[in-house]
């Protein structure tokens, strides 16, 4: 078992944010949508109104080891609003690398989001799971969650790209 802090990124954290959103895009299957750039990290979560905050967890060396902290999972946030309960904060991403996966990495990271959204008088932190990813889905319903899409029929949607310009008249 390895010793792992949870901590918000710092703005030099985008490079091993990037490196971790393409490999949760890589297990995702999706790598081909993966479009931003550390420059956009940058500027959309480290500017006077950011766009979205970020959780890193790093594992912590042995006494006397000479290698610093080491980068090994995220959890990415922003908050939302509802209508109907106000303050949300919703987890975009949660990643840990495959070979620290299975020792309550990710556990920790969301309970740290729930502790952000107690916090800031949020009434619910939503997030999403690709449903084949049962280990995500089996994780989330063990923590308490509620799958919406069982209970309540939702479906998501998204508009994008020309879609949405012709949508906005553009």
């Keep these: 078992m390895v010793c792992v802090r949870i901590r918000e990124a710092k703005e030099g954290d985008c490079g091993n944010i990037l490196g971790l959103i393409r490999e949760l895009a890589e297990f995702e299957k999706l790598s081909d949508q993966v479009k931003i750039c550390e420059e956009d990290l940058r500027a959309d979560g480290f500017g006077e109104n950011p766009f979205?905050?970020?959780?890193?967890?790093?594992?912590?060396?042995?006494?006397?080891?000479?290698?610093?902290?080491?980068?090994?999972?995220?959890?990415?946030?922003?908050?939302?609003?509802?209508?109907?309960?106000?303050?949300?904060?919703y987890l975009e991403d949660i990643y840990v690398k495959p070979e620290y996966r299975g020792q309550g990495i990710g556990s920790k990271i969301i309970k740290k989001v729930a502790e952000v959204a107690v916090d800031k008088g949020?009434?619910?932190?939503?997030?999403?799971?690709?449903?084949?990813?049962?280990?995500a889905v089996d994780l989330y319903k063990a923590l308490g969650a509620q799958d919406l899409t069982e209970i309540e029929g939702w479906h998501s949607f998204r508009f994008e790209g020309e879609v949405m310009r012709k949508l906005a008249g553009k």
């Design 52 to 89: 979205y905050h970020c959780l890193i967890a790093e594992s912590l060396p042995d006494l006397g080891d000479p290698q610093g902290p080491c980068v090994v999972g995220y959890g990415l946030y922003y908050f939302i609003y509802s209508t109907w309960k106000g303050r949300n904060i």
């Design 122 to 135: 949020c009434s619910q932190l939503r997030l999403s799971a690709l449903n084949w990813n049962k280990r």
